[in-house]
């Protein structure tokens, strides 16, 4: 089980990419998050059982304290902005400063994320991509651009990011065992031995399902 925190500016998105992704519903009607929410989605890579456990946080400023208690032992922390609204780009910073300093250095994958996509043109969304890409490379994260409402990107972000994490479990397993390889559930056996970092980013496409 790998814990993803989600944060970002009020009204930008959050819930409705979280509910997109794990229900398979939008809902035009805006409904403050109160503190914090969270689902447990449920995939399979390479065979293994793995879980994410998706913490949606307000962006209401009087909810922040409530929010940020939620912020430690992230593995993933995805930082939400509205494509549509560059100063909700511009906040991503703070928010990421804020979760950042709840978990241990170096302890957690950044994701920025673009909401919103379906609202501009082609052309409109090209440029703030590449304002977002700016802002992506000094927060050291990955920067994806999707739509709740059509559902754009939206599967394949959240499979990526459990591949992220599954790969950092298994990074961390190894650590722990200090074994070059290892067994892991029912007979599957992962192999990481020989492989330079570089390489393995590249090569890993995990066969990712989600049950
Ligand atoms: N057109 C469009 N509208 C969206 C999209 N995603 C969210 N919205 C709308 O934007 C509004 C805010 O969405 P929420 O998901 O509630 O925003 P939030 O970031 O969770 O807000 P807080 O809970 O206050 O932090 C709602 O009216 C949604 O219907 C999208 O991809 N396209």
């Not at 793995?50 to 992230?74: H, M, P, V």
């Not at 995805?78 to 609204?85: E, K, Y």
């Not at 709740?148 to 990107?153: D, P």
């Not at 992962?190 to 570089?198: A, F, R």
Request: proline residues 2%.
């Amino acid at each position: 089980m790998a814990k993803v925190v989600m944060v970002g500016d009020l009204y930008v998105g959050k819930t409705s990419l979280i509910n997109r992704f794990c229900k398979n519903v939008f809902d035009r009607d805006y409904k403050a998050t109160i503190g914090v929410d969270f689902e447990i989605e449920r995939f399979e890579i390479l065979g293994i059982p793995f879980n994410l456990q998706i913490w949606d946080t307000a962006g209401q400023e009087k909810f922040k304290c409530i929010a940020s208690a939620y912020y430690r032992g992230a593995q993933v922390i995805i930082t939400a902005f509205d494509l549509g609204d560059l100063q909700t780009l511009e906040h991503t910073r703070h928010w990421l400063q804020d979760a950042l300093k709840e978990n241990e250095p170096d302890s957690c994958s950044v994701f920025l994320i673009g909401t919103k996509k379906d609202t501009l043109s082609e052309a409109e969304c090209e440029r703030t991509e590449q304002d977002a890409l700016k802002y992506a490379s000094e927060m050291n994260a990955e920067f994806w651009s999707v739509s709740a409402k059509t559902g754009e990107h939206v599967k394949d972000f959240f499979f990526r990011v459990a591949g992220l994490a599954f790969e950092q479990s298994m990074k961390k397993e190894l650590e722990k065992s200090r074994h070059s390889t290892t067994q892991i559930g029912a007979g599957s056996l992962i192999q990481l031995e020989g492989n330079s970092p570089e390489k393995r980013e590249n090569d890993f496409r995990p066969n990712i399902n989600c049950c």
